[in-house]
């Protein structure tokens, strides 16, 4: 694959030489592919909306570099004017983007500081307003706009540019739950329609999970994984990523590891569970045979019915309900074991309700195990 965007070991460190200095993004490097969506994901403060600023440079690095087509961004301070053209940037409140004039003169603003001509300017307008359905708002003022309305002005004001990148940062965040799925699709289909790269900074995990081709997770201006969202969910490669990942999240139970001959098991407050010989025959776990570990295992993976209890009899707990959540297709189960507490999501039709001592089944082929200290993955 052609790579549109390389980032080198970037660093970028606010109040530098203050006592208030601390960095945003650490020693980062990333490639970004020509035509694809990638998403990017973390919380709050890890450095998500820092490394979109430096993408469209808007922001100049502490430390490393970003190649467009292969050259150096910061390489002549005149030609960042030209970078930021190239890629076209949409923001968490697309109301601060727009102006108090019409939307034709919002959409063609970008188009007219580049010079062109009025025709090739209203063709690219109408192009652009066709693609979003909005043809009949060119004349309303952006105030006069619902959210979703302004939401595909400010992707319009980007497109008009032919820009080789889309950076969208939040730019669902401020809308209602109705609105943010039907607006999902339409970036979805606009993607498509324009075959062009597409980076979508979120902290909904959701979001990127059903939109992303590939999704970088961060924490604390760290790339923890990039992978695609089925790798990301079945293959963390430490608990944070099984943890943001998923939702419900994973549980983390407390386990100590054993050995007999050649089976590994893993005991969970006195209940010995074995884990599957295929996962465990290179014998990398032999470090951390009697030592304490992190068990983690998903919720759907957790079931209470008969047919599941039979298919994993070798992994049976005794729990008790302290939540029943019906959530209409499925019940989530809230349950205490030996103390720890434990998520299921199970059929409607289960009958557990709160205060029922109940015994679930976990599938062993989709447990995972994590080192505690270093939170590193020992097993996926």
């Not at 999240?249 to 969970?268: A, E, H, I």
């Not at 039979?310 to 309900?321: D, G, I, P, Q």
């Amino acid at each position: 694959m052609e790579e549109i965007i390389r980032v080198e070991n970037l660093t970028h460190t606010y109040g530098e030489g203050t006592p208030f200095c601390r960095s945003a993004v650490q020693d980062m490097s990333l490639a970004i592919y020509r035509g694809e969506f990638l998403g990017i994901i973390g919380h709050t403060g890890s450095g998500k909306s820092t490394l979109i600023q430096h993408l469209n440079g808007l922001l100049k690095p502490t430390s490393g570099r970003i190649l467009l087509g292969g050259e150096d961004i910061w390489s002549d301070p005149k030609k960042i004017r030209n970078v930021r053209f190239r890629v076209g940037l949409v923001f968490q409140y697309p109301e601060y983007q727009l102006f108090e004039e019409t939307v034709y003169r919002d959409i063609a603003f970008g188009p007219t500081n580049m010079g062109l001509s009025k025709d090739e300017i209203d063709r690219r307008v109408h192009e652009a307003a066709k693609i979003l359905e909005i043809e009949h708002l060119l004349d309303r003022k952006p105030k006069a706009l619902s959210g979703g309305q302004r939401q595909r002005v400010a992707l319009g004001r980007a497109m008009v540019r032919n820009p080789a990148v889309f950076l969208l940062d939040e730019p669902l965040s401020n809308l209602d739950a109705k609105l943010r799925t039907s607006m999902r699709t339409e970036i979805i289909k606009l993607h498509k329609k324009l075959a062009t790269t597409f980076i979508y900074v979120t902290h909904d995990q959701t979001e990127a999970m059903t939109m992303g081709d590939r999704i970088v997770v961060m924490k604390d201006g760290v790339i923890q994984q990039v992978d695609t969202p089925q790798n990301l969910y079945d293959m963390p490669c430490n608990m944070f990523v099984a943890g943001f990942i998923g939702s419900p999240q994973m549980n983390f139970l407390d386990g100590t590891l054993q050995k007999s001959g050649d089976q590994y098991t893993v005991d969970l407050a006195g209940t010995t569970i074995p884990l599957p010989k295929e996962k465990t025959a290179d014998g990398k776990l032999d470090a951390y045979v009697g030592k304490t570990l992190k068990v983690g295992i998903r919720p759907e993976d957790i079931k209470d019915d008969e047919e599941f209890l039979e298919k994993h009899s070798t992994s049976h707990l005794n729990a008790e309900v302290e939540v029943s959540e019906l959530m209409g297709a499925e019940i989530y189960l809230y349950l205490t074991y030996q103390g720890q507490n434990l998520m299921a999501r199970v059929a409607p039709t289960s009958k557990s309700r709160r205060g029922d001592k109940i015994v679930v089944a976990m599938d062993t082929n989709k447990i995972h195990l994590f080192d505690p200290e270093s939170e590193k993955t020992l097993l996926n």
